[in-house]
């Protein structure tokens, strides 16, 4: 809310918001070289952290390796955490940012913003808006719970995000493309139906995790582990192992198809986040058959896909 009031005002009193583009390219290096020196000062600041403060990965003696997977698992200054700011808020902040100065260009150098623009712009601040409002979730999730914060992810939060997720409506600008309401309206119904399977899970399990007495999970069947915790078997967990993965992918695919089929640019994101999701399954997959033992055996057996049923 501060960022939108700030670029209000300063769009307001004159500020070239259409100008940002043309700056893309500097910026990227400057936040490169922003999370290369601040992960520089982690690594070093986690030479003073306690054995317990360190993450199980990022500390295998190897400098080089360390550096980039992270050595300590959440580094904080007094209250604030680093790792839990820069998950969320400068990357997502500015990747709309970014999408919006897109936009503002677009209607200086076209009159006004064309239907795909609005498009891509809508879908991606909903779901940047969607991971702000429900930002409490990102304490659950592998980032904040397993990986250290090191090169890897400061790099991701700081500059990739921002400025790779950005590639459509980059695309756009230089790319105009006819698109009738028809299509949109399919593509609409696209990515409703992948943020309605993203939010549907990911809600499920966060509401079950926080408590699983509450109404809206009570019902749901349940595999019982060794360690206390249960497996939901039913619900949107029982469809496939990662529902809330293909959601995601689903979503994905709105946000590249406005900008057509004639280049594979704008099809980046779909391709790099398939293999992300994909991997990142995979390693999930790895610690849970390593927390949850048998129990685990037995969720895979009664829920046998991944993340696209009957097929992965
Ligand atoms: P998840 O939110 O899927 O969490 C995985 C954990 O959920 C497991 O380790 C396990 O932890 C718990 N779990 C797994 N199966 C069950 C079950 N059947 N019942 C109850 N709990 C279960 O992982 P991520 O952190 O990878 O993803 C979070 C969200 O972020 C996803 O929607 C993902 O798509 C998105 N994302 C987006 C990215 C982007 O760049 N746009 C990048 C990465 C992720 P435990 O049992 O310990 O609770």
């Given at each position: ?141 592998m980032?904040?719970?397993h ?132 991997h990142r399954e995979a390693r999930d997959e790895r610690q ?25």
């Amino acid at each position: 809310m501060l960022t939108a009031l700030l670029v209000g005002l300063g769009v307001s009193a004159g500020l070239p918001l259409g100008a940002l583009p043309e700056m893309l390219l500097p910026l990227a290096f400057a936040a490169t070289l922003t999370a290369f020196i601040f992960s520089l000062f982690l690594y070093v600041k986690a030479l003073l952290a306690p054995a317990s403060a360190l993450a199980p990965g990022g500390n295998s003696g190897n400098p080089i390796y360390d550096f980039f997977l992270g050595r300590e698992l959440n580094p904080r200054i007094c209250f604030f955490d680093f790792k839990y700011f820069c998950e969320l808020r400068p990357g997502l902040i500015g990747w709309v940012l970014i999408n919006l100065a897109l936009l503002v260009q677009e209607a200086e150098l076209r009159g006004s913003p064309s239907l795909a623009m609005w498009l891509v712009n809508g879908f991606q601040l909903l779901y940047v808006g969607d991971a702000l409002w429900h930002e409490e979730a990102v304490l659950t999730t592998m980032d904040i719970i397993h990986d250290g914060f090191g090169f890897m992810l400061a790099f991701g939060d700081l500059a990739w995000v921002p400025f790779t997720y950005s590639l459509q409506a980059q695309f756009l600008l230089y790319h105009p493309q006819a698109l009738g309401l028809p299509m949109a309206s399919v593509i609409c119904l696209i990515n409703a139906t992948g943020y309605y399977i993203f939010r549907g899970a990911n809600s499920q399990k966060n509401t079950f995790r926080k408590n699983p007495s509450d109404p809206r999970v009570a019902d749901l069947e349940t595999i019982a582990t060794a360690t206390g915790r249960q497996l939901l078997v039913s619900g949107w967990w029982g469809m496939v192992r990662h529902p809330n993965y293909l959601g995601d992918l689903i979503m994905a695919l709105a946000w590249s198809l406005p900008c057509g089929v004639s280049h594979l640019l704008p099809y980046f994101y779909l391709l790099y986040f398939t293999a992300l999701l994909v991997h990142r399954e995979a390693r999930d997959e790895r610690q849970c058959q390593q927390k949850y033992g048998l129990a685990w055996h037995e969720y895979c057996r009664r829920v046998p896909y991944r993340i696209v049923p009957y097929i992965y």
